[in-house]
């Protein structure tokens, strides 16, 4: 039994293996990052896995590291003259998947400062001021901004596996300024990120 560690890119991928941990790059988005988890989890006989990348920022700081508490797909629903409607309002699945507690208290022994809160799912990367008020407003709690969380943690739920989520954090969530992103230091964090994960007892 051991711990199924997957990114969406190479980049991702190679940052954790660099911390001493075996990880796989599935694809970028949530479709994707569903497919190929559930394929992996198929094909080996896994005890959890953790979905980690790169990503944008709510409440975590430029290179800092946010853990999930939750993974929502913050954009699976249907827009309205009143508003989003999310899909679990619509009465037609789940739109949040909540991390398995005792992994996301391992990693937080392990990461201590990291910041813990929902981490949202999108289809569209946010990139204007608006469309980050209309995120904040819905979402109040979220730490952050990814894409393939809430794929991977469908796959997971399927295969009744626990799952957990992690991002570094390489630049805000809003106007895309890509002068002031930090993809760097958000690499090394998950460098850092895959040492931490090497040492779960898990």
């Known amino acids: 039994m051991r711990l ?11 940052a954790v293996v660099a911390g001493g941990v075996e990880a796989v790059a599935v694809g ?18 896994y005890r959890a896995v953790v979905c980690a990348g790169i990503g944008g920022g709510l409440t975590t700081p430029l290179g800092g590291t946010a853990l999930a508490t939750v993974s929502i797909a913050a954009d699976l629903g249907a827009e309205s003259p009143d508003g989003f409607i999310p899909l679990s309002t619509l009465g037609f699945g ?9 992994l996301l208290a391992a990693l937080g022994r ?3 400062e990291a910041v813990r809160g929902p981490i949202l799912s999108v289809n569209t990367v946010t990139g204007t001021a608006s469309s980050t008020r ?15 969380g809430f794929g991977v943690a469908s796959a997971a739920a399927g295969a009744g596996v626990p ?15 890509r002068d002031a992103w930090r993809i760097g230091d958000a ?16």
Request: hydrophobic share 50%; aromatic share 4%; proline share 6%.
């Open 4 to 14: 199924l560690v997957v990114t969406a890119v190479a980049a991702e991928r190679d």
């Open 28 to 45: 970028v988005g949530g479709a994707a990052a569903a497919a190929g988890t559930a394929r992996l989890l198929a094909s080996g006989d």
């Open 94 to 102: 789940a739109d949040t998947h909540p991390v398995d507690r005792d």
């Open 110 to 112: 392990l990461l201590p």
């Open 134 to 148: 209309a995120l904040r407003d819905r979402y109040p709690d979220a730490v952050a901004e990814g894409m393939e």
């Open 163 to 177: 799952f957990a989520e992690l991002r570094t954090i390489s630049n805000p969530v809003g106007p895309r300024d």
């Open 187 to 202: 690499l090394a964090a998950l460098t850092a990120a895959g040492r931490a994960l090497g040492k779960l007892a898990w």
